[in-house]
């Protein structure tokens, strides 16, 4: 079992950033940040794989945000910059301990955060 605990979420005014953590109980390969608006899907908005060679952003988030880890602290985080209205929504962490490459589906991670609210007033 891997449990995943994340933090960083709030309330922002609209430009102004702000930074989510996730801290995994163990070490997990491929690593993504999820999110979920009110009556929407949950969607990718970042991934990268074990090696962080490989990195996926979203249309809407490409050039304000960015996903990092740092594979000794087991933690990935997402840097989330000039912050939009849009974005409101619960960001999930999520993990997969089977296998390192990049993916953007929900499914093809075994393990998730409880999920953190990002508000972003305009």
């Known amino acids: 079992q891997v449990q995943l605990v994340e933090s960083g979420g709030g309330l922002v005014q609209a430009g102004g950033s702000l930074r989510l953590s996730c801290g995994a109980s163990?070490?997990?390969?491929?690593m993504g940040w999820f999110r979920q608006a009110p009556g929407k899907e949950r969607e990718c908005v970042a991934a990268?794989?074990?090696?962080?060679?490989?990195?996926y952003y979203a249309d809407s988030v490409k050039g304000r945000f960015t996903i990092s880890r740092d594979n000794a602290k087991n933690t990935v985080y997402l840097q989330m910059n000039s912050l939009k209205p849009e974005d409101t929504a619960v960001y999930y962490c999520?993990?997969?301990?089977?296998?390192?490459?990049?993916?953007?589906?929900?499914?093809?991670?075994?393990?998730w955060g409880q999920g953190t609210q990002v508000t972003v007033s305009s």
């Open positions: 163990r070490r997990t390969f491929r």
């Open positions: 990268l794989s074990y090696s962080g060679g490989d990195i």
């Open positions: 999520a993990a997969d301990t089977l296998r390192r490459h990049l993916s953007i589906l929900s499914a093809d991670y075994n393990y």
